[in-house]
C-alpha cells in the first residue's frame, strides 16, 4: 500500500516589485488516502496579513507559525473522489509600498492525488432496546450537540507531539470501517476507532488541550470531547466515568475517565475519534507519526 502521509510544502515567494511572481514547490508527497490528514505550508519573505485555502470544495483555515511561515491541516473525507484534486492557496493583504499588485495573483495551485482506502466492512447486530434508540430523531439531536464542538477552532496550538493512544486494549472497529446494523437498513463509515478493555480502566488524554463537551448522551453515553487548537478535536465516547469538566486544560497522558458501555455500546469500550478541520479522520495516524 502507498504512504497515507501527505506533507505539502509550498515555498511562496514574492519580489518587492509590482511584478513579484510566486514560485511554488511540487506537493511532497503527492498523495493521501481518504481518511488521512494533509498538512500544507506556506513560507512568505514578506509577512501577508492572512493566508486561506481551498481543497475538496472546503476553505481550509491557514495559522501562522512564525511571521513568514503559515500551515494548515485539512481532513480527507473518506468519501472523497479518488484521483488528482486542486489544492489552492491565497494569501491577502499586501503590506503598504506594494500598491497594484492584485492579490489574485499570489496564488498556489498544487495537484494532489487522493488514494481510495480499503475500508473494512462491519455487521453489527444490536439487540432490540439499543437498536431502538438509533432513530433519526435521536440521532439528529446529538449531531447537533456535537457538531458545533468539532468546529471548533483555537488559535493557540496545544498539541506538542505525536498524540497517545488514549486507552490500552484491541481495536475491534478500525476508522471508517462501514458499519452495518441488525437488518441493513441503517448504515455509515465509522467516525473513530473502537478500542475494547475491561471496563473500568484509565482512558488518557491524547494530547494536550481544552475540555469543551462532558456530558451523557442518549447514543453515545458519556461522552467527552477536547480542543488541541487549531481546528484539531478529538471524542472519546462510552465512558463509564468522565473525571474532567468543561474548561479543564488537560496534559497529554491525563487521567480523563474509564472505560464503561454506555449509549448503544454492547460491551466495554472506547469509542475515540479525531477531527481536522471539521473532517472525521484516522486518530491511530496522529498517534504513529508526529503531524505538525
Known amino acids: 500500500m502507498r504512504t497515507s502521509n501527505a506533507f505539502v510544502y509550498l515555498v511562496l515567494l514574492f519580489a518587492a516589485s509590482i511584478d513579484a511572481k ?136 496545544m498539541w506538542k507531539t505525536q498524540f497517545l493512544m488514549p486507552v490500552q486494549g484491541t481495536i475491534t472497529s478500525p476508522f471508517g470501517a462501514y458499519r452495518v446494523y441488525n437488518d441493513g437498513k441503517m448504515s455509515w463509515p465509522h467516525k473513530g476507532v473502537d478500542i475494547a478493555a475491561p471496563e473500568g480502566d484509565s482512558i488518557l488524554a491524547c494530547a494536550d488541550g481544552v475540555v469543551i463537551l462532558c456530558e451523557h448522551m442518549f447514543i453515545h453515553g458519556n461522552t467527552i470531547m477536547m480542543d488541541h487548537g487549531h481546528g484539531i478535536v478529538s471524542v472519546y465516547c462510552h465512558l463509564r466515568d468522565a473525571t474532567v469538566k468543561v474548561d479543564q486544560r488537560v496534559r497529554r497522558g491525563s487521567f480523563i475517565g474509564t472505560i464503561g458501555q454506555t449509549g448503544t455500546a454492547t460491551g466495554p469500550h472506547l469509542h475515540w475519534g479525531l477531527s481536522v478541520g471539521n473532517v472525521r479522520v484516522d486518530p491511530v495516524e496522529w498517534v504513529e507519526r508526529n503531524i505538525d
Not at 60 to 65: A, D, E
Not at 97 to 110: C, D, Q
Not at 134 to 144: I, P, R
Open 22 to 157: 510566486l514560485v511554488a514547490t511540487s506537493p511532497i508527497p503527492e498523495s493521501v488516502e481518504q481518511g488521512k490528514t494533509l498538512t500544507v505550508r506556506a513560507i512568505f519573505d514578506t509577512p501577508p496579513d492572512s493566508v486561506k485555502g481551498e481543497f475538496l470544495g472546503k476553505s481550509v483555515t491557514f495559522f501562522p507559525l512564525d511571521s513568514l511561515t503559515y500551515r494548515a491541516l485539512t481532513g480527507v473525507p473518506v468519501k472523497s473522489t479518488p484521483g488528482n484534486h486542486e489544492f489552492v492557496v491565497y494569501s491577502f493583504g499586501l503590506p503598504e509600498g506594494i500598491e497594484n499588485l492584485n492579490p489574485a495573483n499570489m496564488t498556489a495551485r498544487l495537484t494532489v492525488t487522493v488514494l481510495k482506502t480499503d475500508f473494512k466492512r462491519d455487521t453489527i447486530s444490536l439487540p432490540k432496546p439499543l437498536m431502538s434508540r438509533l432513530t433519526s430523531q435521536n440521532l439528529t439531536k446529538e449531531a447537533k450537540k456535537l457538531g458545533p464542538k468539532f468546529r471548533t477552532v483555537s488559535v493557540q496550538k
